[in-house]
């Protein structure tokens, strides 16, 4: 089968998404890869696509069980035998699946890193053939990156030991500039074929609130979104508890999640998350690595997290089905000091030299720094995030919480200048909290011995809250006017450009997030299912519903048998036979074989046979349908169904 049939086959996708092609053409011509593509970019297919077309077995690396686990299913889903091999398995099924591996029955096999140095599998793998190495997750294999696994080195000498050299890919979501280099130089990657793939998600809407009272923001949140799956991601287990209690005292379903359950509590509760019996888990950042469920519609974090990897990756598990899904933090000034104490109290890795640590210190703190700007920013959150990952070009997004005009503009010079004058004063020797309590005329005994009160501003500022004048001296710092320094005191230091609001050559308009408690209720950029009248809804709950039993029948998540993605589309089309079905994006032939049929009999039965009821709303062209559905412009979107239908 050539690649663009076994999309089509097995996954039910008619086209590549950009760079797939360009990836899985460099590993069938033998030449390594590195594809760096944020997550539900689809990385996965990159490397199971040509598995399936390389004569040998294709290896995949992976840091975690529950990972391999769901691919796996997913790939059985698909049709597609693989198979994975880990700790959670015995002894025994871990010979049975070498030896039907090695009998062709798996063309695709799961490895955890640490598998790679036993000796069974050595020997295993120096029999069979093995065409490809995949390494997913591959940052893991930097020491500069966040999740450096000394395990992943082993990956090295696994592949030198083999008889001969497979192609190597490597795949990661996260990865600066360093981490990049380190994976080609590391693994050994032979002139690859590098893809940077955009790292914008257009599904998702950013946002970042300043609620006064974060825990009724988020029971607002989800009591306005009732029946989507969500993630509320918390900074501490003692957070998680509270946020979760609150939401059960207010029925709704949520599980829990963090390290201090046992383990299979976790798994029980993860699992409630995954197979939709309870659409909200609230969770430590502990949770969600290699959870795969692409019908997330929100993801909220409590507390801001340490780095905007973290934040992006986390906030990036909304929306991997394409469908518009929400990131919204809460912030609030508390979180900096929360996590600039974990920081500084964050054992050192014992296997990196004291300087590494310091090194690995220092950079944990600039990544904290570019988190709480994210947090302060007043332009466009999008394309701060674009520019921390290294893309530039974007103005504003028009979805997210800043272009949205949630804000409101005020000048700002004045305060700036006395912010300024201030730390002058105080001959740069303080931080951000002897600062703000100096110009807001505090009274704080530390402030008096200082003798903060003999400055000609103190009290300067006193008409705005202390939290308002931090916010400045953050933006200010994110302007380059200010700096702190990077050790745990964060001394406040005025850069050269300062001279500008000293001179009055500069001003300063800030845009303040508008303090609305109802913003959690806010209807925001129309989602996909949006798009479907009230008859519409009734069609695709009555599609959920149909999917579910299958799924329970299975055994896997909802999610595998189909998206809500492709379940928007049937409502769109209303497939009425095998042809009309296999044109969905993401049905594939093998799971129509599986579960087709009865999703045609839903549909005929809802629709009563009748094509012609229509069952979206009044949005104007079949062409912006299409486009909130996220259907290609291809002969599916553009064709007859579509553009007859939405006349009407
Ligand atoms: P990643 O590993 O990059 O986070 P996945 O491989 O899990 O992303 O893919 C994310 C989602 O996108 C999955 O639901 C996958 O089936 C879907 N997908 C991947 N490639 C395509 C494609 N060419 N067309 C449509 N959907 C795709």
Redesign the pocket.
């Known amino acids: 089968m050539q690649k663009q049939e076994i999309?089509q086959t097995y996954?039910?996708?008619?086209?590549?998404?950009p760079g797939?092609e360009l990836l899985i053409d460099s590993i069938l011509s033998g030449r390594d890869v590195l594809g760096i593509?944020?997550?539900?970019?689809?990385?996965?297919?990159?490397y199971?696509v040509p598995a399936l077309m390389l004569p040998g077995i294709t290896v995949v690396i992976s840091p975690l069980i529950s990972l391999m686990k769901d691919?796996v299913q997913?790939l059985n889903q698909a049709g597609i035998h693989a198979a994975y091999i880990n700790s959670s398995l015995t002894e025994g099924q871990i010979q049975k699946a070498m030896e039907y591996a090695m009998g062709g029955r798996y063309k695709i096999i799961y490895v955890a890193p640490e598998r790679l140095e036993t000796w069974d599998f050595i020997c295993f793998a120096q029999r069979a053939r093995i065409s490809m190495v995949a390494v997913?997750e591959a940052h893991c294999i930097s020491q500069w990156g966040q999740d450096f696994r000394p395990s992943y080195l082993k990956i090295v000498s696994f592949i030198k030991r083999l008889n001969a050299r497979p192609v190597i890919g490597a795949?990661t979501?996260t990865a600066t500039g360093q981490v990049k280099e380190d994976i080609i130089a590391v693994l050994g990657l032979r002139t690859p074929q590098l893809l940077i793939s955009g790292f914008d998600r257009q599904n998702l809407y950013f946002g970042v609130e300043t609620p006064k009272n974060k825990l009724s923001y988020v029971i607002q949140y989800i009591e306005s979104h009732v029946g989507d799956s969500g993630i509320v991601y918390c900074a501490t287990r003692k957070n998680v508890e509270k946020v979760h209690e609150a939401l059960l005292a207010r029925g709704i379903p949520a599980a829990r999640y963090h390290a201090g359950l046992s383990a299979q509590e976790r798994s029980e509760n993860q699992e409630d998350f995954i197979y939709d019996r309870k659409p909200v888990i609230v969770a430590t950042n502990a949770f969600g690595m290699g959870i795969?469920k692409?019908n997330v519609r929100f993801v909220l974090h409590f507390n801001m997290p340490q780095s905007m990897e973290n934040y992006y990756q986390e906030a990036?598990r909304a929306g991997?089905?394409?469908a518009e899904s929400e990131c919204i933090m809460l912030f609030s000034g508390q979180d900096v000091a929360v996590n600039r104490y974990l920081l500084d109290n964050k054992a050192p890795n014992e296997e990196l030299e004291p300087e590494e640590n310091e090194l690995v210190r220092e950079r944990d703190s600039q990544r904290l720094q570019s988190m709480v700007n994210y947090a302060g920013s007043t332009s466009c959150l999008r394309k701060y995030i674009l520019e921390y990952f290294g893309e530039y070009g974007m103005q504003r997004c028009e979805n997210c919480s800043v272009c949205r005009g949630e804000y409101e503009e005020q000048d700002c010079t004045q305060e700036a200048r006395q912010i300024v004058t201030c730390i002058l004063e105080l001959r740069q020797r303080f931080g951000i909290n002897v600062v703000a309590g100096t110009l807001h005329g505090d009274r704080r005994s530390k402030l008096l011995e200082l003798g903060a009160d003999r400055c000609p501003t103190y009290g300067a500022l006193q008409n705005l809250s202390e939290d308002r004048i931090k916010l400045i001296i953050r933006e200010l710092e994110q302007r380059e006017y200010l700096e702190a320094t990077l050790d745990k005191y964060a001394i406040l230091k005025v850069c050269g450009k300062a001279q500008g609001l000293l001179d009055g050559s500069d001003t300063v308009i800030l845009r303040w997030a508008r303090e609305s408690e109802n913003a959690a209720a806010k209807p925001r950029k129309t989602r996909k299912s949006d798009v479907l009248n009230h008859r519409g809804l009734e069609l695709f709950e009555a599609l959920k519903k149909q999917r579910l039993e299958l799924a329970r029948e299975a055994g896997v998540p909802p999610?595998m048998v189909f998206?809500d993605?492709t379940l928007i589309e049937m409502c769109i089309y209303l497939p009425f036979d095998r042809a009309e079905m296999l044109k969905i994006?993401?049905v594939g032939e093998r799971k129509y074989d599986r579960y087709g049929e009865a999703f045609l009999t839903a549909v005929r039965e809802f629709t009563q046979g009748r094509k012609e009821k229509t069952y979206f709303g009044e949005l104007g062209t079949a062409q912006a349908v299409i486009e909130l559905a996220g259907a290609?412009p291809s002969e599916k979107s553009v064709g007859r169904r579509g553009r007859g239908r939405a006349n009407r």
Not at 11 to 17: A, E, L, V
Not at 37 to 46: Q, R, Y
Request: charged share 25%; aromatic share 14%.
């Open positions: 999309l996954f039910g996708y008619s086209d590549f998404r797939q593509m944020p997550t539900g970019a689809g990385k996965s297919i990159c199971q691919q997913a997913d795949f979501a795969d692409s990036g991997r089905d394409g999610y998206s993605k994006s993401g290609r």
